[in-house]
């Protein structure tokens, strides 16, 4: 009782900024190319990941958002095929049946296959080979926009902010980019309470936004949430107890915030 005064105010406060900004999406819309781009006609945005399953349990509001804009090109580039458990064939094919849920062609999806950058949280990535994958792929697709982790990887895992470092390194050392500009955007980690707080989380997402003129928010809205749940039920390998309450209760399914890297 004593909580009630603060925790019904920020309950309301936080579902009505919510069904603002999905009725109203341009109110937290801003620029995610580099200015030198904004006339190209049509935008190329990559998702860098870690595993098969990390684009719905965590870029979901974004990569739903993106996926239904007519003038936004959108790729996948997945660091491992998810053979922790020896089902990496399978979660592969998953992966391209999750990304066509999402409205995305299956040429649009790359998965890397290399010892090197195998799903282990006890093996280390290489940086500078992570760098190097994501360069390459950046350069074939003269890509605009990339979204990845960012240095504490949401959930700590150790592929996952290797996946940042290495983009990361790419962003700031890379000598194409002086030419060819892309911006680098890592998805902010939130605390444990703020993660499975849904879409509560929405007015202490929205200081995120206006605490810096280059972060970005995307909400995402019934309809895309549904699509996020839809794409997890292709990973049928991974649709275990614990990941069916994290698409329920996870902020993460009806909120993504980016700092810019670059």
Same mark, same amino acid.
């Given at each position: 009782?004593?909580?009630?005064?603060?925790?019904?105010?920020?309950?309301?406060?936080?579902?009505?900024?919510?069904?603002?900004?999905?009725?109203?999406?341009?109110?937290?819309?801003?620029?995610?190319?580099?200015?030198?781009?904004?006339?190209?006609?049509?935008?190329?945005?990559?998702?860098?990941?870690?595993?098969?399953?990390?684009?719905?349990?965590?870029?979901?509001?974004?990569?739903?958002?993106?996926?239904?804009?007519?003038?936004?090109?959108?790729?996948?580039?997945?660091?491992?095929?998810?053979?922790?458990?020896?089902?990496?064939?399978?979660?592969?094919?998953?992966?391209?049946? =999750?990304?066509?849920?999402?409205?995305?062609?299956?040429?649009?999806?790359?998965?890397?296959?290399?010892?090197?950058?195998?799903?282990?949280?006890?093996?280390?990535?290489?940086?500078?080979?992570? =760098?190097?994958?994501?360069?390459?792929?950046?350069?074939?697709?003269?890509?605009?926009?990339?979204?990845?982790?960012?240095?504490?990887?949401?959930?700590?895992?150790?592929?996952?902010?290797? =996946?940042?470092?290495?983009?990361?390194?790419?962003?700031?050392?890379?000598?194409?980019?002086?030419?060819?500009?892309?911006?680098?955007?890592?998805?902010?980690?939130?605390?444990?309470?703020?993660?499975?707080?849904?879409?509560?989380?929405?007015?202490?997402?929205?200081?995120?936004?206006?605490?810096?003129?280059?972060?970005?928010?995307?909400?995402?809205?019934?309809?895309?949430?549904?699509?996020?749940?839809?794409?997890?039920?292709?990973?049928?390998?991974?649709?275990?107890?614990?990941?069916?309450?994290?698409?329920?209760?996870?902020?993460?399914?009806?909120?993504?915030?980016?700092?810019?890297?670059?």
């Amino acid at each position: 009782m004593i909580l009630a005064p603060i925790l019904v105010p920020l309950l309301l406060a936080s579902v009505a900024s919510y069904i603002a900004l999905c009725w109203r999406p341009q109110l937290a819309e801003r620029s995610m190319v580099p200015a030198k781009k904004q006339d190209k006609q049509q935008k190329h945005v990559l998702f860098v990941t870690a595993h098969p399953d990390d684009e719905c349990m965590f870029f979901t509001p974004t990569l739903a958002s993106l996926a239904r804009q007519p003038h936004v090109a959108v790729s996948l580039l997945c660091l491992s095929k998810g053979d922790h458990d020896g089902h990496g064939d399978v979660r592969k094919k998953e992966l391209v049946k =999750a990304a066509v849920s999402f409205g995305l062609t299956p040429d649009s999806v790359i998965i890397v296959d290399d010892p090197n950058l195998p799903d282990d949280p006890k093996k280390a990535w290489n940086v500078a080979l992570v =760098a190097k994958t994501v360069e390459a792929v950046v350069a074939a697709g003269d890509v605009d926009t990339v979204f990845t982790f960012d240095r504490q990887g949401v959930s700590g895992h150790p592929n996952h902010i290797a =996946a940042y470092m290495g983009v990361k390194h790419m962003a700031l050392t890379s000598q194409r980019f002086k030419f060819h500009p892309v911006n680098v955007y890592a998805l902010d980690s939130v605390g444990l309470v703020r993660k499975y707080s849904s879409i509560i989380d929405t007015v202490f997402s929205l200081g995120a936004l206006v605490s810096a003129k280059s972060n970005l928010l995307f909400v995402a809205d019934i309809q895309a949430y549904s699509a996020g749940v839809q794409a997890m039920a292709m990973h049928e390998s991974q649709l275990v107890w614990f990941r069916k309450l994290y698409l329920a209760f996870s902020r993460y399914m009806f909120i993504n915030t980016y700092s810019k890297i670059n």
